[in-house]
């Protein structure tokens, strides 16, 4: 028998619609880069950027690194979810907290600590999200090096483009957000990062 009534879509039906696509041709470019770049180095992808970006302390500042110390380091994160968004992480991966010693606990929440008086600093946010994603079904996009995000939030910050479109509006790029946070940690009397590109 046939209907001669539509079924509802997804959004009528109180179901989530599948996620659209925004077309992004330019990202083929830059993917394709990463495939030469790894032939032309030689030098074998450990599977974590984060440990990559560690073992390049002299490529400091092409990947947003704003502190690195001894143990480990804080950078922007990439894909933010918000403008400021931080990754702090040590140099050594590990996929669970507990994997590390209590030293290295100790040091990657004194990573955390400051990056959240750099956040204050630079941005001045009404609130932070802190978070920690163990393994893949957590979240954790690299789940083999284990790294804390810290996401600076305003009041209205989730707007109807981030409801209804589902897409996130990232008003300032990563060069932007690092030079307010190199600027804070000046003001703070702080040394960051140095390392040239």
Do not use: C
């Not at 990947?63 to 403008?83: D, K, M, S």
């Not at 990563?174 to 140095?194: F, H, K, T, V």
């Amino acid at each position: 028998m046939a209907h001669s009534q539509s079924q509802p879509t997804p959004a009528a039906s109180g179901l989530d619609p599948a996620p659209l696509s925004l077309q992004a041709p330019w990202r083929l470019a830059y993917l394709e880069s990463l495939v030469e770049k790894d032939k032309v180095s030689g030098k074998p992808d450990s599977g974590s950027f984060l440990r990559d970006y560690w073992l390049q302390p002299e490529r400091d500042l092409a990947h947003h690194v704003i502190v690195r110390t001894g143990e480990g380091f804080i950078l922007l994160n990439a894909f933010p979810y918000a403008n400021g968004h931080l990754l702090v992480a040590l140099g050594e991966p590990a996929p669970r907290l507990l994997d590390y010693s209590s030293a290295q606990r100790a040091a990657l929440w004194g990573l955390v600590e400051l990056a959240n008086e750099f956040m204050e600093e630079a941005l001045m946010p009404q609130g932070i999200n802190f978070g920690i994603n163990q393994g893949r079904a957590a979240g954790a996009g690299v789940p083999q090096h284990l790294h804390v995000h810290l996401v600076p939030r305003w009041a209205g910050d989730t707007n109807f483009i981030s409801t209804v479109g589902q897409v996130r509006v990232i008003p300032a790029s990563l060069e932007a957000m690092a030079q307010r946070y190199r600027a804070a940690m000046a003001r703070l009397g702080r040394a960051g990062s140095p390392n040239p590109v």
